[in-house]
């Protein structure tokens, strides 16, 4: 069946035309409809056996009425042009107002795909996604004898979506993406230790032929049995140094968010006013890319019809971009970056990062530990957090060492790194020629919607961050 | 969606996957409202208003599991993915727990999670109460220019429950919430507090004015906080930032996580494992709390469980699941929505009061310091070490002496739970997992040089 057929039975371009009339009846500078219907199959292998199999179905769609900084929004779960009119007046009774809107009638546009994906993973027959589980599993257990536990959590997705705008937008997409993370717990004389590793992105099944899940378990059981052996972590302020790939959450958290463009509207972000101005050491490029090959936050357009692209928000330490959504990009003057996402047809869209990263230096990466007599290097991250208005920001390390003079030395555990934005973003003193975006995790929440996002860095040397362990 | 036609469907479902050949079945659909707006600078930024319709469906054959859940409630569609997951099925291993909840009688007693004041608040009432803590807030503090919103919201929740032994079950809950999020700026530094208050029932929710004066004194708080040098001292966890580290710990009661070997607390059920000072509670059957109802996902009877009595671990929660494996009697914390299986959670999950003074906990420390917020993903309930940014103040000679920010507190869970010096009386529930204020005799402050 085409793509988003079942959505254009009932919502074709004269239906969605008449909704959004009803939409802005009470006036309002601004509507759309967003629908979407998702196939999900998730998969759950614990102590080596398939604990659960789950089919997920969910469809619907939202109205949402904007006026200036004022939203107005409501979905059914039922899609129909009765109920969707029905959401379309709920939605459009934040409106009071004179000037009226008349709308532009929609008309079918077709995105042009970032990239090729010619089998799409999930849609592989059962049989296949179950067997690389079972052997993500053999791979995890066999690392070594200390492993205890191993449980690998699948999930995939097709996702179709309808947008319609009162700006004359209508788009149809499908959206693929897969999920598979392994968690490993080793266990030696009381103590525990966990490993976790990820694969997946918008993939074809070739990927499994390219990318070795066996490699990836192994990964997840060596981590836990390293921290058995890991002694405490430091505590205060010393030399950092982050390994590539998912290291990038830390520009997420420290940066990214504050460039989300509703913090800048309101003026509680800490980068309000700053554009044009240096925020970050001279070596820093922070992109947000949402064509990126296979990335977790990769897409044609965005969940309010406006093309993906690439936006360079920070170039030489100077910050050059917000990222934007229609809604706060109008506000501010400026035009939607194709930031606009939401969690599903259930919750309107905000300004949302896609895939950012620290772009790439010019540093060979072993020379980023030479002079340190005595710092940490965070191998793997765990989640993070911010507060936009403060900038403070943290994340938890799962992998983390000691450097001395110049060499990673003992394995620690139980650091976090913590910071703040402006400051942090100053310290950055060397940057790795080795770029890595991670395609396969991150998954970044914000106003309680959860979206699927890359993040990604080459090496990168701060000259301190405060480590939080419990060793002073 | 009629309460009849709800209850027909979850119930015609539920058969139509015997028939085809599920051994056991079970049906939970979820029919939900909810209103909430958000005011900031006097106007309503957001107005949404919606109505959920869910179902899950999990099947059980030779002691295998499927389930699928949708919001396309279609007779078609239904018999299609009902189907669909009968064969999916075939590919899951046996497990002798998989089997339909034994222990399923609901509790008769009224639990008073229904509010119908609640129901009948119009968004323009919901206006009108944050426009109020709004504008409450501005009148506190002149340090307060703005604020990135204030919210109220309801929620009404309507669950109908059938399995291949039960034939129907329902009940319905109500949710109200107020929160405000004011902004104070001082020598162009901005901080945010956020305050918010859930309730069940809408006369126990704090009032507008409340909710503001406590948001703006955290906001005010913050501003002029700095690090401070790297120490161990005693920290006192207010009792909000007791709830989050609260929170945090729960995987660790998790009898799931036991059984796999992920939790630090495996093996030690009998063993002093905090301090006599310390009682964790899990009740879904507690009068008017947050996560209160007469059935859990699996529709298994809610109760009041003692987890940690006087420090001595007693028990783990468990879903009917792990209730098997372990032998053990359920505890109905099989928490999930139409859209998962049920997973072992809280259902109101507390450290409980003491008689002690809570300000005696700050009065008795020479120095040391004072949490009010956390931060991060630093509690590892697998390995046991604990880690995360916090804010606060600095406790010099009893007395709050300075705000700080910019550092983190650590230790080892286990050393930290047995170290607790003092848990104190002010135990308030504005979440389904609570505590009252506790001391660590000792944690790692890492801060400035």
Redesign the interface.
Known sequence: MGIGQELRDVLNEETVNRILQESLVKGGDFADIFAEQRFRTAIVLDSGKIDSVTYGYPRGAGVRVVLRNQTGFAFSDELSYSTLLDAARVASSVVETQSRTNPLDVTRRNPGQPFTIVNPAPLMLEGAKLDVLRRMDAAARAADPRIVSVRIEYVDEVRDLLIGTSDGVYVLDRQYLVGISCTATAQSGGKRGSGLATLGGRIDADYFRQVSPEDVARRAGLQAVRQLDAGPAPAGPMPVVVAPGWGGVLIHESLGHALEGDGVRRGTSLLTGLSGTRIASPLVRVVDDSSWPNGRGSFAVDDEGTPGQRTVAVDEGVLRSYLLDKQNAKLLGLRSTGNGRRMSYRNWPIPRMTNTYLDRGVSDPASLLSGITKGFYAADLGGGSVDTTSGNFNFAVREGYWIESGKLTRPVRGAVLIGNSLETMQRIEGIGNDLVVEQTRGTCGKDGQMVPVGVGQPTVRFSSITVGGSSI | MPRQTAVDLAERVRIQAERSGAQEAESYLESSTTTEVRI?QG????????????LGLRVFRDRR?????????RDS?LIE?AN??LS??N???P?EENRIAEFLAASQSDLEIYDPAVVQLR?EDLIRLARSAEESAFAQDKRIQ?T?DVRCGTAVVEIFFTNTYIARQTYRATTVWLSATP?ATEGG????GTFIDRKRFLADLERPEQIARRAVDRAVA?VGAA?VP???VPVVFSAEAAGVFLQGLFPAFSALNVI???S?LAGKVGQAVASPAVTIVDDGAMRRGLSTRPFDGEGVQTNRTVVVDRGVLRRYLHSAGTARRMNAPPTGNGIRSY?T?PAIGPTNFYIDSTASSTHKLVEEVDRGLYVTGL????I?T????????V?GSWIEKGVLSKPV????????LDEMLLGITGVGRDLEFRSNVASPTIRFKE???????
């Open positions: 900031r106007q309503v930024e957001l107005l949404q208003q919606s109505s959920v319709q869910g599991m499927g389930f699928l859940y949708t919001t396309d409630l569609i993915l669909r997951t999916l099925t590919q899951a291993t497990r968004p703005t990135r902004i530094k901005r901080r945010e913050k690090s790297s120490a161990r796999e070997q992920r630090f859209d299986l931060a991060g993903f630093g590892d697998v390995s046991g070490e604990y880690s995360q940014q804010e920010e910019g550092v983190t507190v650590a230790g080892r944690l790692t402050v890492g801060g400035a040089a």
